[in-house]
């Protein structure tokens, strides 16, 4: 290749005669040829160094990374197998990186098959060498090619191993995948297990890549929440930390509760829809497959949920097998539960996401060997892993929840509630997509103003066909709507979602707002400015128009926030004496204006409205309707804050329109002292 750039490969000089035939060139790959002498054999780690990234995913400081990984996952083999208690990992300046355990040592006595050699030399020279290949040295294991040891040795440009076995200590030094000497016994020591130090090698990695404290400490601390028989020490240079005042210099990390005190930790400060964990452990049942599965999950509140999996301490970030076992427990065991315990309604819109999608859940796998997708490990794909987990998580879940009846019709619930949610947005998506091909389809019913622009415009929302007609005879053309409905709607905070898009009075509500509901909802397409609820003033009315303001706190909550939602103050009795009339809003009303309106020498005549429609349209307009005159009553969500409010108002608006009769029964009996009644 180098002949082809080379200078004797451009122009031939002006006086050079042009030959009858170009002379063959004496490389075959420069002459299109390939043979045999274009074959390369990489012999030794050779083949690491050229395509590190088939090894570690990369040659960057993220994939770095990793080789701390393979040389802690085999101290931790170490410890799950029995063999070891404690780990110490020590990140130094300039890179030099210490893993020690106090297993029982690699070792150091001369391998069969390469005599010459001591077993450490071949673990640490050769790839596909190592005791995991079978079930003899260790039951499980995170190591499963013989391929770790050997990379990190292959990327160093330093490594040095000491072993302590038998009370002695035997130390052997590499560079680059070779050894750089014998391995020599360098004495007594009181002392076991295997120390790797080790400097990544700038060839490969560049000069300016640095090892980062945080991401070593929380790889440190991931293992520990794995194996709670281990205890983890951690130390960095303080120099490394400068910045940095999360990551502590030292640390000996040590979780009794394993994976719950991890969840534990990770939750700090947020709010769990369910204050209890579902965790557990238990040995898998198949011999071949062996080992054991935990478990850990939580939801929390705010649905902000995560899935960490492992297989043998392995970090499986991408899932797989053991992952899709864990999911199909929950949604087996809660529908299951359901069925048990004839709560089916909603049940068959339940999906798996709809159990797990917001949960935090952390899963631990020990099984024999296990198989990976690629060397780097990120995805589990062992076929018998997801029935074998399914079968022992869904064993333990279904007893969890026949334990706590709240806890699972919580879970059940949520989950109703969200595979409605997710099938209510693909239908507004769908609609959306149906709509923006289609002109504006205005509902029958609904008397529009001529104004387009919706600055200075108004609906009215009232009950009833006799008082849309009131309504539209009083009314102003230009920026007045009415919308009559038909009667009392539908109460859509005990109604399901399917119940909602059946309603016709609704959709004609919402096509009559143009905004769209809920997550589709945008206020640059609501067609009017102000949103009036204009009901009778009698109960009836009252109860029409909290049925309304329930509709828009729910599926609208924006535009409340937003100031778009009014109610309107009709009269209830009308008062006249000699020609002159006033208006009372209710009963307390009418005897104050009976006291200070009229002198009392000539009789009062007192007209009580019915309702709207009975009221004529010159009287509707002037008590009612006209800006100038009438009086709005603004819709707004009372409390000190806006997330006080909003609690105080979702808190209400269940108790009171949801669908546990029991809450408002409840509420009854702790406010009817506060009523005033007259029988």
């Given at each position: 290749?180098?002949?082809?750039?080379?200078?004797?490969?451009?122009?031939?000089?002006k006086?050079?005669?042009?030959?009858?035939?170009?002379?063959?060139?004496?490389?075959?790959?420069?002459?299109?040829?390939?043979?045999?002498?274009?074959?390369?054999v990489?012999?030794?780690?050779?083949p690491?160094?050229?395509?590190?990234?088939?090894?570690?995913?990369g040659?960057?400081?993220?994939?770095?990374?990793?080789?701390?990984a393979?040389?802690?996952?085999?101290?931790?083999?170490?410890?799950?197998?029995?063999?070891?208690s404690?780990?110490?990992?020590?990140?130094?300046?300039?890179?030099?990186?210490?893993?020690?355990?106090?297993?029982?040592?690699?070792?150091?006595?001369?391998?069969?098959?390469?005599?010459?050699?001591?077993?450490?030399?071949?673990?640490?020279?050769?790839?596909?060498?190592?005791?995991?290949?079978?079930?003899k040295?260790?039951?499980?294991?995170?190591?499963?090619h013989g391929?770790?040891a050997?990379?990190?040795?292959?990327?160093?440009?330093?490594?040095?191993?000491?072993?302590?076995?038998?009370?002695t200590?035997?130390?052997q030094?590499?560079?680059?995948?070779?050894?750089?000497?014998k391995?020599?016994?360098?004495?007594?020591?009181?002392?076991?297990?295997?120390?790797?130090?080790?400097?990544?090698?700038a060839?490969?990695?560049?000069?300016?890549a640095?090892?980062r404290?945080?991401?070593?400490?929380?790889?440190?601390?991931?293992?520990a929440?794995?194996?709670?028989?281990v205890?983890?020490?951690?130390?960095?240079?303080?120099?490394?930390?400068k910045?940095?005042?999360?990551?502590?210099?030292?640390?000996?990390?040590?979780?009794?509760?394993g994976?719950?005190?991890?969840?534990?930790?990770v939750?700090q400060?947020?709010?769990?829809?369910?204050?209890?964990f579902?965790s557990?452990?238990?040995?898998?049942?198949?011999?071949?497959?062996?080992?054991?599965?935990?478990?850990?999950?939580?939801?929390?509140?705010?649905?902000?949920?995560?899935?960490?999996?492992?297989?043998?301490?392995?970090?499986?970030?991408?899932?797989?097998?053991?992952?899709?076992?864990?999911?199909?427990?929950l949604?087996?065991g809660?529908?299951?539960?359901?069925?048990?315990t004839?709560?089916?309604k909603?049940?068959?819109?339940?999906t798996?996401?709809?159990v797990?999608?917001?949960?935090c859940?952390?899963l631990?796998?020990?099984?024999?060997?296990p198989?990976?997708?690629?060397?780097?490990?990120?995805?589990?794909?062992?076929?018998?892993a997801s029935?074998?987990?399914?079968?022992?998580?869904k064993?333990?879940?279904d007893?969890?929840?026949?334990?706590?009846?709240?806890?699972?019709?919580?879970?059940?619930?949520?989950a109703?509630?969200?595979?409605?949610?997710?099938?209510r947005?693909?239908?507004?998506?769908?609609?959306s997509?149906k709509?923006?091909?289609?002109?504006?389809?205005?509902?029958?019913?609904?008397?529009?103003c001529?104004?387009?622009?919706?600055?200075?415009?108004?609906?009215f929302?009232?009950e009833?066909?006799?008082?849309?007609?009131?309504?539209?005879?009083?009314?102003?053309?230009?920026t007045?709507?009415?919308?009559?409905?038909?009667?009392?709607?539908?109460?859509?905070?005990?109604?399901?979602?399917?119940?909602?898009?059946?309603n016709?009075?609704?959709?004609?509500?919402i096509?009559?707002?143009?905004?769209g509901?809920?997550?589709?909802y945008?206020?640059?397409?609501?067609?009017?400015?102000?949103?009036?609820?204009m009901?009778?003033?009698?109960v009836?009315?009252?109860?029409?128009?909290?049925?309304?303001?329930?509709?828009?706190?729910?599926e609208t909550?924006?535009?409340?926030?937003?100031?778009?939602?009014?109610?309107?103050?009709p009269p209830?009795?009308?008062l006249?004496?000699?020609?002159?009339?006033?208006?009372?809003m209710?009963?307390?009303?009418?005897?104050?204006?009976?006291?200070?309106?009229?002198d009392?020498?000539?009789?009062?005549?007192?007209?009580?409205?019915?309702?709207?429609?009975?009221?004529?349209?010159?009287?509707?307009?002037?008590?009612?309707?006209?800006p100038g005159?009438?009086?709005?009553?603004?819709?707004m969500?009372?409390?000190?804050?806006?997330?006080s409010?909003?609690?105080?108002?979702?808190?209400?608006v269940?108790?009171?329109?949801?669908?546990?009769?029991?809450?408002r029964?409840?509420?009854?009996?702790?406010?009817?002292?506060?009523?005033?009644?007259?029988?």
């Open positions: 290749m180098a002949d082809l750039f080379s200078k004797s490969a451009s122009k031939p000089p006086s050079a005669k042009p030959a009858a035939k170009a002379a063959a060139p004496k490389n075959s790959a420069a002459r299109g040829e390939y043979t045999a002498k274009d074959i390369e990489l012999e030794g780690l050779e690491v160094r050229r395509r590190p990234g088939m090894y570690i995913g040659s960057d400081e993220v994939a770095m990374h990793h080789l701390i393979e040389i802690l996952d085999n101290a931790m083999d170490e410890a799950v197998a029995g063999h070891a404690t780990i110490e990992v020590a990140l130094g300046p300039d890179n030099n990186v210490t893993v020690r355990d106090n297993g029982r040592g690699m070792p150091i006595d001369p391998h069969p098959k390469f005599p010459k050699k001591s077993a450490l030399e071949v673990i640490m020279t050769t790839l596909h060498a190592g005791g995991k290949f079978s079930d040295v260790y039951q499980t294991s995170g190591g499963l391929v770790g050997s990379v990190v040795n292959a990327l160093s440009d330093t490594l040095t191993v000491e072993v302590a076995r038998d009370k200590l035997w130390v030094k590499f560079s680059r995948g070779l050894p750089k000497g391995l020599t016994k360098e004495g007594p020591v009181n002392r076991r297990g295997t120390t790797v130090h080790f400097h990544p090698d060839q490969i990695f560049g000069d300016k640095q090892f404290p945080a991401t070593v400490y929380r790889m440190v601390r991931s293992k929440y794995l194996f709670e028989g205890r983890v020490r951690w130390s960095c240079d303080p120099s490394l930390l910045g940095d005042d999360k990551t502590p210099a030292e640390d000996e990390l040590h979780f009794e509760n994976l719950t005190d991890y969840l534990d930790y939750l400060g947020r709010k769990r829809l369910i204050p209890a579902f557990g452990k238990a040995d898998l049942s198949d011999k071949e497959v062996g080992g054991r599965v935990e478990w850990a999950i939580c939801w929390p509140d705010d649905e902000d949920g995560f899935v960490n999996s492992y297989c043998n301490t392995i970090p499986t970030p991408e899932g797989g097998t053991h992952e899709q076992g864990l999911k199909t427990a949604l087996r809660l529908k299951g539960y359901a069925e048990m004839n709560a089916t909603g049940l068959s819109n339940v798996g996401d709809d797990w999608g917001g949960a859940m952390m631990s796998v020990f099984i024999k060997e198989q990976f997708q690629g060397q780097t490990k990120d995805k589990l794909v062992s076929v018998s029935k074998l987990v399914d079968t022992v998580v064993d333990h879940f007893h969890w929840l026949s334990g706590d009846v709240a806890t699972a019709n919580t879970l059940l619930e949520t109703v509630a969200r595979a409605s949610d997710r099938i947005k693909k239908q507004d998506q769908d609609l997509r709509s923006a091909t289609k002109k504006l389809r205005l509902p029958g019913k609904l008397t529009d001529t104004r387009s622009n919706p600055i200075g415009t108004e609906l929302i009232v009833g066909d006799s008082a849309g007609g009131s309504a539209k005879q009083a009314r102003s053309r230009e007045q709507a009415v919308l009559p409905l038909r009667g009392k709607i539908l109460n859509v905070a005990s109604a399901s979602d399917d119940k909602l898009r059946a016709q009075e609704l959709q004609d509500l096509e009559a707002l143009g905004c509901i809920r997550d589709n945008s206020e640059s397409k609501l067609r009017y400015e102000k949103i009036i609820i009901t009778d003033a009698d009836d009315g009252a109860h029409i128009a909290s049925l309304l303001m329930t509709f828009f706190y729910r909550p924006q535009l409340i926030a937003e100031g778009h939602l009014y109610l309107a103050l209830l009795y009308r006249t004496q000699k020609g002159t009339s006033v208006y009372a209710t009963d307390a009303h009418k005897e104050e204006l009976l006291k200070t309106k009229f009392g020498r000539g009789k009062v005549e007192v007209s009580r409205f019915k309702g709207l429609g009975e009221m004529p349209a010159a009287q509707l307009k002037e008590t009612t309707m006209d005159k009438r009086t709005l009553l603004k819709v969500l009372a409390g000190d804050d806006e997330k409010a909003q609690r105080a108002t979702a808190k209400l269940e108790q009171l329109m949801g669908r546990k009769p029991e809450e029964f409840k509420f009854i009996q702790e406010h009817a002292k506060f009523a005033d009644i007259d029988i």
